[in-house]
T-cell receptor, first 113, second 109 residues
């Protein structure tokens, strides 16, 4: 059963701690993406990767880091430098670049206090 | 600066009637447009797309219309069903996807 998994669904952290959000896909997609959703706002692109060992910054990359060591995995680290880390984080994947629809995971809600 | 805008945060429609969701964009270089549907605490799911070489694309109860001169697209759902109640995002593609802020559709039985 193919799809995208994100874990955990809910995550709580203290301010000043780094936290890593998991994203795994078994769709054999080349491209993977991380978005952030805040109330009243659309999805904003944090980072994306078109191929293993390569990734690009999106519109709001500051305070975040990613890695793409395997095709199936694209973890996102929210660092202590991110000023407003509390949000709903969505991972997506697609066959290629922005001519292919993206398939989204269920999301992780991160709360930092 | 929001390049894709959905100016109606919410919409209520009677079951069986037509739902029309609207989306405007600013960048004339966008050439691929999509609609996604999202339930609370879940990821968006792809609904329908349209290329800029077309002005209409239909899939069952869902039709997307594109007016390039007005930089406007709309999603028509007919007939609307209670299960259509969700948040709908439009997205436009250039070198990356840009998403609107979403419209929450409520279909009243």
């Amino acid at each position: 059963d193919g799809g995208i998994t994100q874990s955990p669904k809910y995550l709580f952290r203290k301010e000043g701690q780094n936290v890593t959000l998991s994203c795994e896909q078994n769709l054999n997609h080349d491209a993977m993406y991380w978005y952030r959703q805040d109330p009243g706002q659309g999805l904003r692109l944090i980072y994306y990767s078109q191929i293993v060992n390569d990734f690009q910054k999106g519109d709001i990359a500051e305070g975040y880091s990613v890695s793409r060591e395997k095709k199936e995995s694209f973890p996102l680290t929210v660092t202590s430098a991110q000023k407003n880390p509390t949000a709903f984080y969505l991972c997506a994947s697609s066959y290629g670049g922005p001519r292919y629809e993206q398939y989204f995971g269920p999301g992780t809600r991160l709360t930092v206090t | 600066d929001q390049q894709v805008k959905q100016n109606s945060p919410s919409l209520s429609v009677q079951e069986g009637r037509i739902s029309i969701l609207n989306c405007d964009y600013t960048n004339s270089m966008f050439d691929y447009f999509l609609w996604y549907k999202k339930y609370p605490a879940e990821g968006p799911t792809f609904l329908i797309s349209i290329s800029s070489i077309k002005d209409k694309n239909e899939d069952g109860r869902f039709t997307v219309f594109l007016n390039k001169s007005a930089k406007h697209l709309s999603l028509h759902i007919v007939p609307s069903q209670p299960g259509d109640s969700a948040v709908y995002f439009c997205a436009a593609s250039g070198n990356q996807f840009y998403f609107g802020t979403g419209t929450s559709l409520t279909v009243i039985p």
